[in-house]
């Protein structure tokens, strides 16, 4: 798509700045119109037709429940480990997975005793 607008000038009441945001502006648009060329569907959810919805919402959800038991079972023998080591409360458990720098199901910030009860939970009884 060509650029229609005009150099930096006068025209433009902030100077460069004005001309930097049509033609940001101009290739948003351009991408825009190639993303739905493609057949991707754009907007809110409100926009989506209801099967559509339906099956977005199934397919995020599969996703995030194969991710998660993933997670888990890369943590299972972490913390079997760590309770081998005499680790046995949730606490105690949470300060050696922060001292060891283990990052959490999710890859960010450190663990706390809620987040160890909440995964020896999805372990099982057994665990």
Not at 61 to 72: H, L, Y
Not at 75 to 80: D, P, S, T
Not at 97 to 126: A, D, F, H, K, Q
């Amino acid at each position: 798509m060509a650029t229609s607008c005009k150099p930096p000038n006068q025209s433009y009441p902030h100077g460069h700045g004005g001309y930097e945001s049509e033609l940001i502006s101009q290739r948003t648009k351009a991408g825009l119109v190639a993303t739905k060329a493609y057949g991707v569907n754009l907007g809110t959810k409100s926009n989506l037709r209801e099967e559509e919805l339906a099956k977005v919402i199934v397919a995020a959800s599969e996703a995030q429940f194969r991710f998660s038991d993933d997670q888990t079972k890369d943590r299972e023998n972490l913390i079997g480990e760590i309770k081998r080591d005499g680790y046995e409360t949730d606490h105690s458990i949470d300060t050696a997975l922060n001292e060891r720098g283990e990052s959490t199901l999710v890859g960010l910030g450190r663990w706390y005793s809620s987040t160890v009860s909440r995964l020896i939970i999805r372990l099982g009884p057994n665990y």
